[in-house]
């Protein structure tokens, strides 16, 4: 099930402005970006150059070498 709601431009506020936002299109497509500014008569809306990935896993780096030279001497 999706967890997106249509909003109106009615319903849309200030508190929308500057966000990141996810658009379905009436022909299935979908655009990500954000809402720059919002006029009676539709939105501005700038898209994003890529989509982000909503998992981030942090490299962890662990210099090996290190530890074994330690337990040796």
Do not use: D, W
């Not at 939105?43 to 909503?54: D, G, N």
């Amino acid at each position: 099930m999706s967890k997106t709601k249509y909003l109106p431009p009615q319903q849309l506020s200030a508190k929308h402005l500057g966000k990141p936002t996810k658009l379905l299109l009436k022909n299935g497509k979908v655009l990500y970006g954000t809402i720059k500014e919002i006029r009676s008569n539709g939105i501005i809306f700038i898209p994003a150059s890529e989509v982000r990935s909503k998992l981030f896993v942090p490299f962890i780096f662990f210099p090996f070498g290190f530890f074994v030279g330690f337990v040796i001497f």
